[in-house]
């Protein structure tokens, strides 16, 4: 499975992005898939992850409310929508997927086997 993640930029603070992140040499279904971002100087951290394909999801306390992830198996496609931007969101965000991720392992980043290109995400205040 390739992933091709699509749909970054620059925003002002408040507004909304969308992501995309295109599955490709196969399906997602059973997969579990995931969001994480790395801020310059930080470590990349976990941001939103669904555990076999539209089970339990996971959201970071810091985008709860804002960020929502869905699932369009038909189209091999995982979106992120980011809503109420803000500056400290700012970072490259990556997608994820892994056949074999446990619900224990659901924030490693061990645990996912393919990874998509990061994609720059810029939000001004």
């Known amino acids: 499975v390739q992933l091709q993640a699509s749909g970054g930029g620059s925003v002002q603070a408040g507004g909304s992005l969308r992501f995309s992140c295109a599955a490709s040499g196969g399906t997602l279904r059973g997969y579990a898939v995931a969001w994480s971002r790395q801020a310059p100087g930080m470590d990349r951290n976990f941001v939103s992850a669904?555990?076999?394909?539209?089970?339990?999801?996971y959201y970071a306390d810091s985008v709860k409310g804002r960020f929502t992830v869905s699932i369009d198996n038909a189209k091999k496609t995982v979106y992120l929508e980011m809503n109420s931007l803000r500056p400290e969101d700012t970072a490259v965000y990556y997608c994820?997927?892994?056949?074999?991720?446990?619900?224990?392992?659901?924030?490693?980043?061990?645990?996912?086997?393919?990874w998509g290109q990061g994609t720059q995400v810029t939000v001004s205040s």
């Open positions: 994820a997927a892994g056949s074999s991720v446990i619900m224990s392992s659901l924030q490693s980043h061990s645990a996912y086997a393919h």
């Open positions: 669904i555990h076999r394909m539209g089970g339990y999801q």
